[in-house]
T-cell receptor, first 112, second 115 residues
């Protein structure tokens, strides 16, 4: 079963705008991660936020984590056409060797 | 540096034929290994994960099996493929549980079409 559910499923914005994606999960976690997938390719890790952190930045990426609501958000600022991809959240669970479980993903399209 | 190899990139197999997808990792020891399946336009479904040689956890009852004959080798198999086994299969590894980071590194995937 899927641990994470992402919202929205699809997002279309203009270049230069900000893109916000949300992720909700169900169980306790050690950390939450965001990944990017270009069409037909493997996933690439973007950023990891630990369960005791509330916000983290990496370049144009900003991730927040609210463990009380079991939710996270990924903000991409000043989006570019090259940001067009699918974005997934993944949670690492304390049991089972930090097993990674992925959400359903958000398909982001950034138009010129 | 660590690398992950997954092959083949694409595969077309008839219904009822066997399957063997191989994944190997270099440059790390005792990694966690994962097999995921992704249906077209969908999220990743965890099929199997392994924390050590011979230790395989199955997440979803299905027509597939996995084996880890060596520390850095993970194999996905089927004795008889079904049409529903078609999809994009991804192998991944992450650091052992005692490591500070658990980000996953993915292979390029195998596009399997069962005809």
């Amino acid at each position: 079963s899927q641990q994470g559910e992402e919202d929205p499923q699809a997002l279309s914005i203009q270049e230069g705008e900000n893109a916000t994606m949300n992720c909700s999960y169900k169980t306790s976690i050690n950390n939450l991660q965001w990944y990017r997938q270009n069409s037909g390719r493997g996933l690439v890790h973007l950023i990891l936020i630990r369960s005791n952190e509330r916000e983290k930045h990496s370049g144009r990426l900003r991730v927040t984590l609210d463990t009380s609501k079991k939710s996270s958000s990924l903000l991409i600022t000043a989006s570019r056409a090259a940001d067009t991809a699918s974005y997934f959240c993944a949670t690492a669970e304390p049991r089972g060797g930090n097993k990674l479980t992925f959400g359903t993903g958000t398909q982001l399209k950034v138009e010129l | 540096s660590q690398t992950i190899h997954q092959w083949p990139a694409t595969l077309v197999q008839p219904v009822g034929s066997p399957l063997s997808l191989e994944c190997t990792v270099e440059g790390t020891s005792n990694p966690n290994l994962y097999w995921y399946r992704q249906a077209a336009g969908r999220g990743l479904q965890l099929l199997f994960y392994s924390v050590g040689i011979g230790q395989i956890s199955s997440e979803v009852p299905q027509n597939l099996s996995a084996s880890r004959p060596q520390d850095r080798q993970f194999i996905l198999s089927s004795k008889k493929l079904l049409l529903s086994d078609s999809g994009f299969y991804l192998c991944a590894w992450s650091a052992p549980p005692t490591g500070p980071n658990t980000e996953a590194f993915f292979g390029q995937g195998t596009r399997l079409t069962v005809v």
